[in-house]
């Protein structure tokens, strides 16, 4: 452990940028957090918690309250255009805890930690770049010298863009609507459901005691599906047994697409990129926030067992990159596969789908990050 205090400038007051700056003060650091906004605040509907981020919260001490009106979930299930079951426990293990979280639960969780550790957060505050050497650069002209600069500020990242580190930044050409409707007594319980009919996918998740997340995903080419408000009929023609859903979702609906992030480096001197800035991926496996928590608390824990801060960042991309670049490349595949497969050969889509399910091998390989997320978390 370093002794002497050292210092960080983190920009952006998301899942990430809070988890890095909590570990890092927690470790004796002083930190200091730039939201652009006017408040720090989560907007979205429900969020999967993996075992990698549930470890994570509760080496922090932000489980109990994050968790606190969470859904433990046993099994997520699939279910194809035929309505038959072709997985059970999809991704998951006897080993592996799951939640489903409001992310607003969890970014005030995660908030709460980071002010009780004394991390400073200043509001509309906007970043517009940093320097290998360690300054944070601010539209005010503001230049802020730190020992550490955290780039935490998503896909379109200054701070990623302004070091040349960004190789692709990709539009995905599909997406989905997020919403909260009212949770029913014929609702699940403990259990994800998710539903495939040719491009389109609903997945019904319980998130709270009288919440239901639903996620309607599809081709960014399907403006019908795209539709705001979201168009009754033509989900139901897909999805006939899930009216009553669909009848639920609020007005206000949005349909965003999903991105994809890849870098040459996630790091440069001694500014670290964390979460969508670094490795942005489609929700598809529920590790995209898990991750850009693992690795933010790992940045944190690396760097204490560093004296030089560049060479402590060498030593974190070495060992985070490999989990976070094949979950990364997973959750490609299972986009295409839910959404691009061809329309005459669905039948062949369930088969293999079938089949994935019953290798253990491949089970482990797709879900990597759960399991190398837990193992840094303990060994530290």
């Given at each position: ?11 952006g007051?998301?899942l990430?940028?809070l988890?890095?700056?909590?570990a ?7 930190v200091?957090v730039?939201?652009r ?7 979205g509907?429900?969020i999967f ?12 001490g932000?489980?109990d309250?994050?968790?606190?009106r969470a ?5 997520w ?9 072709i997985?059970?426990?999809?991704m ?8 489903t ?30 320097t ?5 650069l601010?539209?005010?002209?503001e230049?802020?010298?730190a ?6 500020d998503?896909?379109g990242?200054p ?17 989905c609507?997020?919403?909260?409707i009212?949770?029913?007594?014929s609702?699940?319980?403990?259990n994800?459901?998710?539903y ?8 019904i998740?319980?998130v709270?005691?009288?919440q239901?997340y ?9 403006l ?10 033509s989900?139901?023609?897909?999805f006939p ?20 992030v890849?870098?040459h480096?996630?790091?440069k ?6 979460g969508?800035?670094a490795?942005a991926m489609a ?7 898990c ?6 608390f790992a ?11 560049a ?16 979950t990364?490349?997973?959750s490609r595949l299972?986009g ?8 005459a050969?669905?039948?062949?889509r369930?088969?293999v ?6 290798s253990r091998?491949?089970?482990?390989k797709?879900?990597?990050a ?10 530290r």
């Amino acid at each position: 452990m370093v002794g002497t205090q050292r210092h960080a400038e983190i920009a952006g007051g998301g899942l990430a940028g809070l988890t890095v700056a909590t570990a890092l003060a927690q470790r004796g650091w002083s930190v200091r957090v730039h939201e652009r906004g006017r408040e720090l605040r989560e907007i979205g509907a429900g969020i999967f918690m993996w075992e990698n981020a549930v470890r994570v919260l509760e080496q922090i001490g932000a489980a109990d309250q994050a968790l606190a009106r969470a859904e433990r979930v046993d099994s997520w299930r699939l279910y194809d255009e035929r309505q038959r079951l072709i997985q059970d426990d999809w991704m998951k293990d006897s080993t592996t805890r799951l939640f489903t979280v409001l992310r607003t639960d969890l970014h005030r969780a995660l908030a709460d930690a980071a002010r009780d550790a004394g991390v400073e957060v200043r509001t509309q505050s906007l970043v517009v770049g940093a320097t290998p050497e360690g300054e944070l650069l601010l539209d005010s002209g503001e230049k802020l010298a730190a020992d550490l600069v955290v780039g935490a500020d998503g896909v379109g990242s200054p701070v990623r863009n302004s070091l040349g580190l960004d190789l692709a930044v990709r539009d995905l050409q599909d997406g989905c609507g997020r919403h909260l409707i009212p949770r029913l007594p014929s609702d699940p319980v403990g259990n994800t459901l998710e539903y495939w009919n040719h491009g389109r996918r609903v997945g019904i998740v319980p998130v709270t005691p009288d919440q239901i997340y639903v996620y309607l995903c599809c081709p960014a080419k399907d403006l019908v599906g795209r539709q705001k408000p979201i168009d009754i009929e033509s989900w139901t023609e897909s999805f006939p047994t899930l009216t009553g859903v669909f009848e639920r979702i609020p007005n206000e609906s949005r349909w965003a697409s999903f991105a994809d992030v890849q870098c040459h480096r996630w790091i440069k001197g001694n500014v670290a990129l964390v979460g969508d800035a670094a490795s942005a991926m489609a929700p598809n496996l529920g590790q995209a926030a898990c991750l850009a928590m693992t690795n933010g608390f790992a940045l944190a824990s690396v760097l204490d067992e560093h004296s030089d801060v560049a060479a402590g960042l060498e030593a974190w991309e070495t060992r985070q990159r490999p989990v976070t670049d094949a979950t990364q490349r997973y959750s490609r595949l299972y986009g295409k596969v839910g959404t691009r497969w061809p329309r005459a050969i669905t039948d062949l889509r369930s088969a293999v789908i079938w089949a994935a399910g019953r290798s253990r091998r491949w089970q482990a390989k797709v879900n990597v990050a759960a399991h190398a997320g837990a193992d840094l978390v303990d060994a530290r």
